[in-house]
Nanobody
Framework: VQLVESGGGLVQAGGSLRLSCVASGFSFDDYSAGWFRQAPGKDREGVARISTDSGAVHYADSVKGRFTISNDNAKKTVYLEMNSLKPEDSALYYC????????????????RGQGTQVTVSS
């Protein structure tokens, strides 16, 4: 059972990236999934989350209107489309899965990936 992220990299401010999180050994069905980020010396931030069952989504204020979370259950993949990137978006981004929306909010993950680095240059 694992989650593997990809799609990170170095991009100029204003650019875009699309992150992918692929599940193996389980399915996203009936779970809540989210993208989180952590920069050196900073607390973890919940960037976006989605209920793969109902489709409900939530975004941090810092990314609202710029990032979009989506999922493809058939491909066992959760995506994070990131547009209008800013230097302050630079961080290690990882995905995580929890048994419920509230568990995801509390950081009580069932599984989490190792992350993919996003660096935005000014």
């Amino acid at each position: 059972v694992q989650l593997v992220e990809s799609g990170g990299g170095l991009v100029q401010a204003g650019g875009s990236l699309r992150l992918s999180c692929v599940a193996s050994g389980f399915s996203f069905d009936d779970y809540s999934a989210g993208w989180f980020r952590q920069a050196p010396g900073k607390d973890r931030e919940g960037v976006a989350r989605i209920s793969t069952d109902s489709g409900a989504v939530h975004y941090a204020d810092s990314v609202k209107g710029r990032f979009t979370i989506s999922n493809d259950n058939a491909k066992k993949t959760v995506y994070l489309e990131m547009n209008s990137l800013k230097p302050e978006d630079s961080a290690l981004y990882y995905c995580a899965v929890a048994g419920s929306w509230s568990d995801l909010v509390r950081g009580e993950f069932l599984y989490r990936g190792q992350g993919t680095q996003v660096t935005v240059s000014s």
